[in-house]
């Protein structure tokens, strides 16, 4: 039997193990951490517990599809509870929630902006075609070569993903309030860089966000690599904490 290694056990460590060991490998997987997690691990203290990193679930849909790899579904693993509202804006002057039901954001898109909800309704629709396509290709592809552009699904497409239009221009293109176009933007702050510098194809993090809706797993994001890691013991890897890879 071949053998593989695998060095830390955050999402990426986790998932790798878990398919090496199902095509056949036999896997040993090193974190240096005393628990799994990775960026997702929880932090206990004084009978309180922290997510250590992602908080937000958002694009479902690449959950699903990696337990369903397993023949496991999502709601015999862990809890998911929508919240309401999905987050808060602070601004200077005021706060705005955003609340979970499309009718009220519709309706919240009108008080800011005349026609607002319209506006907002064909953002969607722009927005989830990009989320149908990019979230094929982000998921599917590995990045590691300017080939996989060359996809027949992105060439197709390519316009409607506007990888060459920024975000925040795109979304002036629907908008005129600040407020409306700050919720908008907020989502790709989770890339760690700005509306202005992020492709409008990124406009599919705001279909997630907002149009599904942003849900929380019942006992914190690290009930997501539980479900993982015991998938993993499962499946035979042989999991070591507490072990630093020193090269």
């Known amino acids: ?33 005393k628990t799994v997690g990775g960026r997702a691990r929880i932090f206990h203290v004084k009978g309180y517990s922290f997510d250590m990193g992602p908080s937000w679930y958002w694009m479902p849909e690449i959950f699903e599809n990696f337990f369903n790899e397993f023949n496991l579904k999502i709601e015999d693993l862990y809890d998911l509870k929508q919240l309401d509202p999905g987050f808060k804006i602070v601004f200077k002057d005021q706060e705005i929630n955003l609340p979970s039901s499309w009718n009220e954001i519709c309706h919240l898109f009108d008080k800011y902006e005349e026609n607002g909800a ?85 406009s599919l993090m705001a279909y997630s966000g907002i149009k599904q809706g942003t849900f929380y797993p019942i006992g914190g994001f690290n009930a997501v690599i539980k479900s993982m890691e015991k998938l993993c013991f499962d499946l035979g890897v042989n999991i070591v904490t507490g072990s630093e890879s020193k090269k």
């Open 118 to 202: 319209d506006k907002l309704n064909k953002f969607m629709e722009d927005a989830q075609q990009k989320y149908s396509i990019g979230l094929d290709f982000l998921y599917n592809s590995p990045g590691v070569s300017i080939r996989e552009l060359f996809n027949p699904q992105i060439l197709k497409n390519i316009n409607k993903l506007q990888l060459l239009t920024s975000y925040r221009n795109h979304i002036k293109k629907y908008f005129s309030n600040e407020y409306l176009i700050n919720i908008l933007e907020f989502p790709v702050l989770f890339l760690g860089t700005s509306a202005k510098h992020t492709p409008a194809l990124y």
């Open 1 to 33: 039997m071949k053998k593989a290694l695998v060095i830390g056990s955050g999402f990426s460590g986790l998932s790798s193990a878990a398919f090496l060991s199902k095509n056949g490998f036999e896997v040993t997987l090193v974190e240096k951490n």
